[in-house]
């Protein structure tokens, strides 16, 4: 994604060190387990992650990443459970740098939309208030740029389901358009 534009961040790192619920997941084949593009798999094995981990997915150029069974649960194999870290934060891919918030396509599955999980606390918490509705446009900005677009229409198995505990927050034009062509796919 050259040329981009920075994506920053709206939750605050020492909320989300007190925090159990990013990077953990109920199940070995959880379909939020992480999605890296092709270029972010390529980053994250020369930052030491096996590259047997990455499992492909439906739009042939991303993969998913292999869950590890920890105690009750599964976690992401980049997650340090000791240090409650991502080993790879610097370069973690954009499915979780964009968390809470999540690309989905809508009920009716007509369009690509922003949402933002209400499993997040700090989302849930904060959602009415007026600093994160800012963010909303610059999240939303973020993502309907060139670049990202491109790169999303690219990797498009990083538009997920719909979700139930994520409230929709508005369509991404330029992405729905891009995305036209595999709407059928995605639903
Ligand atoms: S769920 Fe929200 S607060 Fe918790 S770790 Fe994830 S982003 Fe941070
Ligand atoms: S890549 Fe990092 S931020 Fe993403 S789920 Fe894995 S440990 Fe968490």
């Keep these: 994604m050259r040329g981009q534009r920075q994506l920053q961040q709206i939750v605050p ?5 007190s925090c159990d619920v990013c990077c953990r997941f109920l199940e070995p084949d959880s379909f939020l387990a992480p999605i890296f593009t092709e270029a972010e ?8 992650i096996a590259p047997d981990l990455f ?25 340090d459970p000791r240090t ?19 690309l989905m396509v ?26 994160f509705q800012r963010y909303i446009d610059h999240i939303a900005n973020y993502l309907e740029s060139e670049p990202v677009v491109e790169t999303i229409a690219a990797n498009w198995s990083l538009i997920g389901p719909y979700q139930e505990t994520v409230v929709v927050l508005r369509p991404l034009e330029k992405l729905s358009r891009a995305l036209a062509h595999c709407r059928l796919k995605l639903a």
């Design 13 to 17: 790192s020492e909320v989300c060190f």
């Design 41 to 48: 798999v390529k980053t994250a094995v020369e930052h030491g």
């Design 55 to 79: 499992r492909p997915t439906a739009d042939g150029k991303s993969a998913q990443i292999t869950l590890k069974p920890h105690r009750d649960m599964y976690i992401c194999p980049c997650f």
């Design 84 to 102: 409650n870290e991502c080993t790879i934060y610097p370069v973690r891919p954009l499915d979780c740098q964009i968390y809470p918030f999540a």
């Design 106 to 131: 809508n009920e009716d599955q007509t369009q690509i939309v922003l949402g933002v999980d209400m499993l997040c606390p700090y989302g849930e918490a904060q959602i009415q208030t007026e600093p």
